[in-house]
């Protein structure tokens, strides 16, 4: 399996919205390559928030599904994943919103799986989340808070191009 990154939503959503397909049509052909070299991963989770993306790298995205989607069952260390989706669960059950009250300004349990999924291949997880200052008074945590508590790489978009030497 080739897979280099595996991305949240937002580490497509957000650049295809500051950066739009029809003005930026040579950075998205070159995500389009990384799609379609199965160098990218999801959960199945995310790949459904996924497409909601528009234009043409969302229609890729929908169209790549059976390369992107990593699925419970299939030829990967699945098992090694679910392990750490239930302890992570349990870890960090003091600020996931679906345990907390739902708030939306903390991680939720999709955020969770695709960091889990990094974790399992050993791969940097994309997004366009910040990290929030972790204080003890609030249970507020975004994906790169519990990437570096997992041990696990973050990359914004712009991480993700340069580290593959990409520029336009």
Not at 63 to 89: A, C
Request: hydrophobic share 35%; aromatic share 8%.
């Amino acid at each position: 399996m080739t897979k280099k990154y595996c991305f949240d939503t937002s580490g497509v959503s957000n650049p295809l919205e500051t950066m739009p397909e029809d003005i930026h049509k040579t950075l998205w052909a070159h995500f389009a390559a990384f799609v379609l070299s199965d160098y990218i991963a999801v959960t199945p989770e995310i790949y459904d928030e996924m497409c909601h993306c528009q234009g043409g790298i969302g229609q890729l995205l929908i169209n790549s599904k059976s390369s992107v989607v990593l699925e419970v069952g299939n030829d990967w260390d699945w098992p090694t994943y679910i392990g750490h989706i239930k302890r992570m669960q349990v870890d960090h059950r003091h600020c996931i919103s679906e345990f907390t009250g739902g708030s939306a300004k903390t991680i939720c349990l999709n955020d969770i799986t695709i960091i889990a999924l990094a974790k399992t291949m050993n791969v940097p997880v994309v997004s366009m989340e910040h990290m929030v200052k972790e204080d003890g008074q609030t249970p507020k945590r975004k994906i790169p808070n519990i990437c570096r508590a997992e041990g696990v790489e973050h990359l914004t978009f712009s991480d993700f191009l340069r580290r593959e030497r990409l520029s336009f």
